[in-house]
């Protein structure tokens, strides 16, 4: 390796872990001003990396909240055995929603049809989640790179009782400066990892040796193509009689419901390869691989409007 090759790779480390430490600051600083916090965890590479920030800010003692997954029941069986595994080595205390439950409440309607999906009717059962563990605040993966409605996002966001975002409602953060003093009722969303952009995921996974989900590299697996989208054959998601299955090297660059969330065409095994195919990208893993985010902007701020951020 040539010594320019080295003094890249450590400037890369270095700026990794100015990252690491404004998000451990910020983590710190809510634990600090709110009461009664809780980390969202989908098990996807970006809260895998949230939780170990988590534990690297608390440690030797132990993340002083718990985990929340909302669960649509449409997930990838993959993802749930990681999940659990990954926060029972932890210690961690999981506390599940189900989309499912809430659905035989009454509280949401299920949408039918070939391109129908849990996606929005988790917003509800986060919310009830939220209000029933009367968490204040609730650290989420979100990066402002992954599209323009989250680019103007601010790193605590604040919601009203009814959990509704006003974007003329939220704060000036100057000087990494945070402000999260709330009313009775309110709730603020916070985004430690809003400055981190995906190659930066990816690299602070490599540089942290942290374990993912196996569908975030590539293997065989059935799908077919909807809109442009490589969606996995399942009970969940079929194709209509004019989409045709076919077996392909795929892997996941995000994780989330499967009947909406797409997989790209690859070959990359190990993290180097996917870092190779992140850095040649040209879209967004979100734009790439999400059928619902195929939508305005004017739309993704009416979702978050409604508390789905």
Same mark, same amino acid.
């Given at each position: 390796?040539?010594?320019?090759?080295?003094?890249?790779?450590?400037?890369?480390?270095?700026?990794?872990?100015?990252?690491?430490?404004?998000?451990?600051?910020?983590?710190?600083?809510?634990?600090?001003?709110?009461?009664?916090?809780?980390?969202?965890?989908?098990?996807?590479?970006?809260?895998?990396? /949230?939780?170990?920030?988590?534990?690297?800010?608390?440690?030797?003692?132990?993340?002083?909240?718990?985990?929340?997954?909302?669960?649509? %029941?449409?997930?990838?069986?993959?993802?749930?055995?990681?999940?659990?595994?990954?926060?029972?080595?932890? %210690?961690?205390?999981?506390?599940?929603?189900?989309?499912?439950?809430?659905?035989?409440?009454?509280?949401?309607?299920?949408?039918?049809?070939?391109?129908?999906?849990?996606?929005?009717?988790?917003?509800?059962? /986060?919310?009830?989640?939220?209000?029933?563990?009367?968490?204040?605040?609730?650290?989420?993966?979100?990066?402002?790179?992954?599209?323009?409605?989250?680019?103007?996002?601010?790193?605590?966001?604040?919601?009203?009782?009814?959990?509704?975002?006003?974007?003329?409602?939220?704060?000036?953060?100057?000087?990494?400066?945070?402000?999260?003093?709330?009313?009775?009722?309110?709730?603020?969303?916070?985004?430690?990892?809003?400055?981190?952009?995906?190659?930066?995921?990816?690299?602070?996974?490599?540089?942290?040796?942290?374990? /993912?989900?196996?569908?975030?590299?590539?293997?065989?697996?059935?799908?077919?193509?909807?809109?442009?989208?490589?969606?996995?054959?399942?009970?969940?998601?079929?194709?209509?009689?004019?989409?045709?299955?076919?077996?392909?090297?795929?892997?996941?660059?995000?994780?989330?419901?499967?009947?909406?969330?797409?997989?790209?065409?690859?070959?990359?095994?190990?993290?180097?390869?996917?870092?190779?195919?992140?850095?040649?990208?040209?879209?967004?893993?979100?734009?790439?691989?999400?059928?619902?985010?195929?939508?305005?902007?004017?739309?993704?701020?009416?979702?978050?409007?409604?508390?789905?951020?």
């Amino acid at each position: 390796m040539s010594t320019a090759t080295i003094e890249l790779d450590t400037r890369r480390v270095d700026e990794l872990r100015v990252l690491e430490a404004e998000s451990v600051h910020i983590i710190r600083e809510v634990v600090a001003e709110l009461e009664r916090p809780v980390l969202l965890f989908s098990a996807g590479k970006d809260s895998i990396v /949230l939780l170990r920030l988590a534990e690297k800010a608390f440690r030797p003692s132990p993340v002083p909240f718990p985990v929340l997954h909302i669960d649509t %029941g449409h997930n990838f069986p993959e993802v749930i055995e990681f999940r659990d595994r990954r926060l029972k080595e932890g %210690g961690h205390k999981l506390i599940v929603g189900s989309v499912q439950e809430t659905i035989d409440s009454g509280r949401v309607q299920e949408v039918g049809g070939p391109s129908g999906s849990r996606n929005r009717q988790q917003t509800r059962t /986060l919310l009830d989640a939220l209000e029933a563990g009367r968490f204040d605040a609730a650290f989420g993966g979100a990066r402002r790179d992954e599209e323009r409605a989250r680019a103007k996002e601010r790193v605590l966001s604040f919601r009203d009782e009814f959990g509704q975002w006003d974007p003329r409602a939220q704060r000036p953060e100057p000087w990494s400066l945070y402000n999260g003093r709330i009313r009775r009722g309110e709730q603020v969303r916070v985004f430690p990892l809003s400055n981190w952009t995906e190659l930066d995921i990816w690299r602070y996974i490599q540089l942290e040796e942290l374990e /993912l989900p196996s569908i975030y590299f590539a293997h065989e697996r059935e799908v077919f193509e909807r809109d442009g989208i490589l969606l996995a054959t399942s009970e969940h998601s079929t194709p209509t009689k004019s989409e045709s299955p076919a077996v392909e090297w795929v892997r996941y660059r995000t994780v989330g419901d499967l009947t909406i969330t797409g997989a790209v065409r690859s070959r990359a095994t190990d993290i180097p390869g996917v870092i190779a195919e992140i850095s040649a990208a040209t879209v967004s893993e979100r734009g790439e691989t999400r059928a619902d985010d195929r939508t305005s902007a004017a739309a993704m701020e009416d979702r978050k409007r409604e508390g789905y951020f």
